[in-house]
């Protein structure tokens, strides 16, 4: 089965700190995109950051960045600066690509930004 | 591009009733998929169309539950009967189908029984 293992159900920070979120995928896939996506306290899933597998680069959005293992099937999200509109569940989630495309996801980690 | 949107945004019911959730993909997103969210949880995939061919459906959809994405455009998700454990976020979400495989969101729709 594929799945998606998100290990920290809540996390805090201060405002301007650095934090990392983590997460670690299953597949025998070897072509396939990861994403994390936000979703704000009783808003929209928004899309933060995308990888594709192939690509050895991690991806990089202004303060958002990656760092993708592939072999040890890791794919954790960097948040620099961070900021109280940062304040969301974070979902980890990727396509295999032979899965009609249907999104597997992690159990999301809450995400507290404190003044 | 105006994002996806979806209608109603909140829907309570009485159980036993029908529903039907509307869902506006971004325009020439060949793409469409249904989701279900419950608190405190990772979306569930329900189904998925590509244009107005439906591929793909969940173990999750019952018979109670249908999609249809007529002309491969908006799509609706109906529930007969509605049952307390329906009670839920419905998330649909587009794609275009380029090859880039990202899905984009709408609001959501969220459901409660009584």
């Known amino acids: 089965a594929q799945t998606v293992t998100q290990s920290q159900p809540e996390m805090s920070v201060q405002e301007a700190e650095t934090v990392t979120l983590s997460c670690t995928y299953d597949t025998s896939e070897n072509n396939y995109y990861l994403f994390w996506y936000k979703q704000p306290p009783s808003r929209q899933m928004i899309l933060v950051i995308r990888?594709?597998?192939?690509k050895q680069q991690n991806a990089t959005e202004n303060r958002f960045s990656v760092n993708f293992q592939k072999a040890a099937k890791s794919f954790s999200l960097k948040i620099s600066d961070s900021q109280l509109g940062d304040t969301a569940m974070y979902f980890c989630?990727?396509?295999?690509?032979?899965?009609?495309?249907?999104?597997?996801w992690g159990a999301g980690t809450k995400l507290i930004i404190k003044p | 591009d105006t994002g996806v949107s979806q209608d109603p945004r909140h829907k309570i019911t009485k159980r036993g009733q029908n529903v039907t959730f509307r869902c506006d993909p971004i325009s020439e997103h060949n793409r469409l998929y249904w989701y279900r969210q419950t608190l405190g949880q990772g979306p569930e995939f329900l189904t998925y169309?590509?244009?107005?061919?439906?591929?793909?459906k969940s173990r999750l959809l019952s018979d109670r539950f249908s999609a249809e994405r007529p002309k491969g455009s908006f799509s609706t998700l109906e529930i007969q009967r509605t049952e307390q454990g329906d009670s839920a976020m419905y998330l649909c979400a587009s794609s275009s189908g380029t090859g880039q495989e990202t899905q984009y969101f709408g609001p959501g729709t969220r459901l409660l029984v009584l």
């Open positions: 989630a990727f396509i295999p690509m032979d899965s009609n495309y249907q999104l597997i």
């Open positions: 169309f590509q244009n107005e061919a439906q591929l793909e």
């Open positions: 990888q594709e597998a192939y």
